[in-house]
């Protein structure tokens, strides 16, 4: 089963999922329109109101330990190890972009009838901003024709 149709079908099934629970709430909500039982508007009486609470200052007093002798410190700042972010793997063709250049380039899957050579894939990406593309994977497009991990700069 390709991928394309794997995602058909699963959308197709959140589709009728969500109709059905749509259709629940409708169906619900006539239900409690049709009620003849009262309702009544939530009340608070004054006495359900704690007054220790609204005082009118904030509260600047620190927390209490969470168990006796044991005190919060907030962590030290050199301490905490920062992950370094490392990019996603996007397959080459989720989007009609070739990743293999790059998880956020776009280099078309397919150029346009006409940008066949590879100086003319060349030239239609240099107009589109791209300058310097990296080539860490596979050179589908023949870009790099002398292997040098940098398509397009010959």
């Known amino acids: 089963m390709t991928r394309n149709k794997l995602i058909s079908l699963v959308v197709a099934g959140a589709v009728v999922v969500a109709a059905v629970v749509v259709g629940a709430f409708l169906v619900l909500g006539r239900d409690e329109?049709?009620?003849?039982?009262?309702?009544?508007?939530?009340?608070?009486?004054?006495?359900?109101?704690?007054?220790?609470?609204?005082?009118?200052?904030?509260?600047?007093?620190?927390?209490?330990?969470?168990?006796?002798?044991?005190?919060?410190?907030?962590?030290?700042?050199?301490?905490v190890a920062q992950a370094k972010a490392s990019p996603i793997p996007v397959p080459e063709n989720v989007d009609g972009c070739d990743h293999a250049y790059g998880v956020s380039i776009c280099?078309?899957?397919?150029?346009?009838?006409?940008?066949?050579?590879?100086?003319?894939?060349?030239?239609?990406?240099?107009?589109?901003?791209?300058?310097?593309?990296?080539?860490?994977?596979?050179?589908?497009?023949?870009?790099?024709?002398?292997?040098n991990k940098i398509a397009c700069d010959n």
Do not use: I, N
């Open 33 to 79: 329109e049709k009620s003849t039982k009262p309702v009544s508007a939530p009340t608070a009486l004054a006495e359900d109101v704690p007054t220790d609470v609204v005082t009118g200052e904030p509260d600047t007093s620190s927390p209490e330990p969470v168990a006796p002798g044991v005190t919060m410190t907030p962590p030290d700042p050199k301490a």
């Open 107 to 147: 280099v078309p899957w397919e150029f346009p009838k006409g940008v066949d050579s590879q100086a003319e894939k060349c030239e239609y990406l240099k107009v589109r901003g791209f300058t310097r593309l990296e080539v860490p994977g596979r050179d589908r497009h023949g870009l790099d024709p002398d292997k």
